[in-house]
């Protein structure tokens, strides 16, 4: 895998493709939303499907010529039905964020109430974020962690739909460290005679490997990007039930379709032409998924993650909520003294990559919060196990508790080089 065609076509492209390769390989990526796609995904992202129109979906497109693109689609629908359960796959969103709003389209209008978690809390920007769309266009109602444990309790949730009575209640986080409880969720939602959505963009690899509760039995309709644990290209899919159990009450004038419902919300509604060539790599991925390999690698996501997270307490630093159930964990800065901004930015300068990110009840702003993400997903696929990650949490913590200590910031750089080099990356893609 090269690209000698951008080299001679733009060489400035290719010095900086040269630049981001050697970064990913010789730095520790431990921001929990990105992984290693596998050679295989990122050449089908590259192939000769980037080329084709296809609007509509399979059998049913406005352009001709799509024969080969319409089997390449049914490959990565039937694949995604089959890795998660799904009576209905819709695998054409662009993203995770465009594939809430499609959801959102398909099943309420504006001005209706959606439950939500609390960004501040671990949800996400479309989870009803008021500078996000979601917040402007719907009314959302937060819910959020309790202060005794900064986990989610189910009966204040429960008490807080039944109060609010919304449309939708959505669950899924993007920085909440513990199990989502999917079917209590989906128990409530049938509670109220409201969508049971659920949002598992962070964690479906775990989803399809057991390692997590599968949300998809239980749930009118289940979103996930089709990066971070999945490890396939940045894109996403919805899954949904065929028939829609609320027509009678919320849409009495139209098909009883709720795959339809979505597929129509996507297109026409708010998409156009489809990505074949992501949709081809999506389904490379799904493919990947569905190997023993595969899950045995969800399943040391989650025993590195509590590794790495033991290993940060026994050097002195808290954990909101005091561990992990999943890929990733938070740590609380305020006790060390800096902020999560300070610590992110001092970790990348010695090549560990984290991101900065609020905690429950912070008392700072967004973008200079009090909290540092990470997680182990990227770090797994390179082969990494418990043994290196408890490395990485004395490396981490010896920075975080002194950032001027240059000694500590020494023995960090060396574990980063010493682990790198023993788990390479990419060895076979030759950019430079």
Do not use: W
């Amino acid at each position: 895998m090269s690209i000698e065609n951008i080299r001679k076509q733009d060489p400035e492209i290719a010095e900086l493709l040269d630049k981001e390769l050697n970064r990913q390989r010789e730095g520790l990526v431990m921001i929990p939303s990105e992984n290693f796609a596998s050679p295989a995904v990122m050449e089908a992202t590259g192939t000769v499907c980037t080329n084709k129109y296809a609007e509509g979906y399979p059998g049913k497109r406005y352009y001709t010529g799509a024969k080969y693109i319409d089997m390449i689609e049914n490959l990565a629908i039937e694949r995604a039905k089959e890795l998660f359960g799904a009576e209905h796959a819709n695998v054409q969103p662009h993203s995770g964020s465009s594939a809430n709003m499609e959801v959102y389209g398909a099943l309420i209008n504006t001005g209706d109430k959606v439950l939500g978690m609390n960004l501040a809390h671990g949800g996400h920007l479309t989870h009803g974020s008021p500078v996000n769309f979601s917040g402007k266009r719907y009314e959302f109602i937060p819910y959020g962690v309790s202060k005794k444990d900064e986990k989610v309790d189910m009966e204040e949730v429960r008490q807080l739909a039944l109060k609010e009575r919304p449309k939708i209640v959505l669950c899924g986080t993007t920085a909440y460290p513990r199990k989502v409880e999917f079917e209590k969720f989906a128990a409530i939602a049938k509670e109220i005679d409201a969508y049971a959505f659920a949002d598992i963009s962070h964690i479906s690899g775990l989803c399809i490997a057991g390692a997590h509760e599968n949300p998809v039995a239980s749930h009118d309709v289940v979103m996930t990007t089709t990066t971070k644990t999945l490890r396939g290209p940045r894109s996403a899919i919805i899954m949904c039930k065929k028939e829609d159990r609320y027509h009678d009450l919320y849409h009495p004038d139209s098909k009883k379709d709720l795959a339809g419902m979505i597929d129509f919300s996507v297109f026409p509604g708010m998409q156009g032409g489809p990505l074949e060539h992501v949709i081809a790599a999506k389904a490379v991925a799904f493919k990947e998924a569905m190997t023993d390999e595969y899950k045995e690698y969800q399943r040391q996501i989650v025993k590195n993650a509590k590794a790495l997270a033991d290993e940060l307490m026994n050097q002195g630093l808290r954990l909101v909520s005091g561990g992990t159930d999943t890929h990733l964990m938070l740590i609380d800065c305020t006790d060390l003294n800096i902020t999560g901004k300070e610590g992110a930015n001092k970790l990348a300068d010695l090549g560990i990559y984290t991101n900065f990110n609020m905690i429950p009840f912070d008392t700072r702003t967004p973008f200079n919060p009090s909290g540092i993400r990470l997680g182990t997903p990227a770090l797994t696929s390179r082969g990494m196990k418990e043994g290196e990650m408890k490395k990485v949490g004395v490396a981490i913590a010896a920075v975080l508790k002194d950032l001027d200590n240059t000694d500590a910031q020494e023995n960090t750089r060396k574990t980063v080089s010493e682990l790198t080099e023993e788990f390479k990356l990419y060895p076979d893609i030759t950019y430079a």
